[in-house]
């Protein structure tokens, strides 16, 4: 695809710690009905939709109006301002009307405004022209593959984290700075960095930095695909 090809106004699915990078792939189980008909909304059109990360603050803030769910939290929380354009490449429709899908990232987009609830789901205008080097080839990269795998070793070990060291040991370099952001279990802040990170060289210093400084303390094991 190239920037024409994608939207001006897209359906935003926003989760929490759940973070698809450009060129990675995301499982999701979707069973909420507003994201059941956001994704038959977008297999109906170009199937693409907007994952994006409510902000860190969304618990303590309001929503554009205020409104509160049965459980006393904001259904309509707060968002980071940089998500990344999907696209259903896989799906499996359960005999409930529930979806097992299965998302490839296309590119990074800037949130500009919502422009209200179609269906139940919120829907945004973007802008993906800041991120056109997420279609391209990527650039060389360098950073110390060694030590990262080094790290995190550590960090899988200090959690308990069952891995397939095998696949890792076999992924790209490219692969691996895609993967890794995507599965490990980081805080949404962390995973929003990761996302923001200006090139790969610039994400592999993040995830660096993050599974070094997590190596030393530890953590909630968090193995199956992020449901909605």
Same mark, same amino acid.
């Given at each position: 695809m190239?920037?024409?090809?994608?939207?001006?106004?897209?359906?935003?699915?926003?989760?929490?710690e759940?973070?698809?990078l450009?060129r990675?792939?995301?499982?999701l189980?979707?069973?909420e009905?507003r994201?059941?008909?956001l994704?038959?909304?977008?297999l109906a059109?170009?199937?693409?939709?907007?994952?994006?990360?409510p902000?860190d603050?969304?618990?303590?803030d309001?929503?554009?109006?205020?409104?509160?769910?049965g459980d006393?939290e904001?259904?309509?929380?707060?968002?980071y301002?940089?998500?990344?354009?999907?696209?259903v490449?896989?799906?499996t429709?359960?005999?409930d009307?529930?979806y +097992?899908?299965t998302?490839?990232?296309?590119a990074r987009?800037?949130?500009?405004?919502?422009?209200?609830l179609h269906r139940?789901?919120?829907r +945004?205008?973007?802008?993906?022209?800041?991120f056109?080097?997420d279609?391209?080839?990527?650039?060389?990269?360098f950073?110390?593959?060694?030590?990262?795998?080094?790290?995190?070793r550590?960090y899988?070990?200090?959690?308990g984290?069952?891995?397939?060291w095998?696949?890792?040991?076999?992924?790209?370099?490219?692969?691996?700075?895609?993967?890794?952001?995507?599965i490990c279990?980081?805080p949404a802040?962390?995973?929003?960095?990761?996302?923001?990170?200006?090139?790969?060289?610039?994400?592999a210093?993040?995830?660096?930095?993050?599974?070094?400084?997590?190596?030393?303390?530890?953590?909630?094991?968090?193995?199956?695909?992020p449901?909605?």
């Amino acid at each position: 695809m190239t920037l024409a090809d994608m939207p001006a106004e897209l359906g935003l699915f926003p989760l929490r710690e759940v973070l698809l990078l450009p060129r990675g792939k995301l499982p999701l189980n979707v069973f909420e009905p507003r994201y059941v008909a956001l994704l038959e909304d977008a297999l109906a059109g170009n199937r693409l939709v907007g994952m994006i990360q409510p902000r860190d603050d969304a618990m303590e803030d309001e929503g554009s109006d205020g409104v509160e769910d049965g459980d006393g939290e904001n259904p309509f929380p707060p968002l980071y301002t940089i998500g990344a354009v999907g696209r259903v490449t896989s799906l499996t429709e359960r005999a409930d009307g529930t979806y +097992a899908v299965t998302l490839t990232g296309l590119a990074r987009f800037r949130l500009l405004r919502e422009t209200g609830l179609h269906r139940g789901y919120r829907r +945004a205008r973007i802008d993906v022209s800041s991120f056109a080097c997420d279609l391209t080839d990527g650039a060389d990269l360098f950073f110390d593959r060694s030590r990262m795998l080094t790290a995190l070793r550590r960090y899988c070990s200090l959690r308990g984290f069952g891995t397939r060291w095998n696949v890792i040991d076999q992924m790209d370099d490219e692969t691996l700075l895609i993967t890794l952001p995507m599965i490990c279990p980081f805080p949404a802040a962390e995973k929003q960095a990761l996302l923001e990170s200006a090139s790969l060289n610039d994400r592999a210093q993040t995830l660096q930095t993050l599974l070094e400084l997590a190596g030393h303390e530890p953590g909630d094991d968090a193995s199956d695909p992020p449901s909605a």
